[in-house]
């Protein structure tokens, strides 16, 4: 991207430039003296002048040019980060709502296991009550009938 911010910044230089080689163009040629027989005639068009402004033109329509493209370009770079953003926060919002139900499955499990600690502990206690207020068993003989 910041090579199009640089063409752009290239191009408006360029332009600057031209622009001001131009006014000293119109200037000198304002300021140049005609003599009264001059002021008379038509003035005629000076060859160089005429190739110059032509050269400047066709450069100006090249800048032109070259400036619609760039700015197409960055268009569409704006466009393709802007989807890629997009995506990126779908997904992000994917995984936020996976780790919402990954905790709220863990907790399911904590209390589960908390259930069955407690369910646990109780009938242990119950055995200790249970086995405390029986009498000791007799072992059956299976041979003594």
Request: hydrophobic share 40%; charged share 30%.
């Amino acid at each position: 991207m910041s090579t199009g911010a640089q063409d752009e910044d290239d191009l408006l230089n360029q332009w600057a430039f031209l622009d001001q080689m131009v006014s000293r163009q119109a200037t000198r040629l304002r300021e140049t003296s005609q003599d009264d027989e001059e002021e008379d005639a038509p003035a005629a068009p000076n060859p160089a002048f005429i190739a110059e402004a032509e050269a400047l033109r066709a450069r100006v329509s090249t800048l032109e040019k070259e400036c619609a493209s760039l700015g197409e370009q960055l268009s569409q770079r704006t466009l393709d980060a802007q989807q890629r953003l997009t995506a990126a926060d779908a997904e992000v919002n994917d995984i936020r709502q996976r780790i919402t139900a990954l905790q709220t499955e863990r907790d399911a499990a904590v209390q589960a296991a908390r259930a069955a600690q407690q369910q646990a502990a109780e009938l242990q206690t119950q055995m200790a009550a249970t086995a405390a207020a029986a009498p000791p068993a007799q072992p059956r003989r299976w041979w003594r009938r």
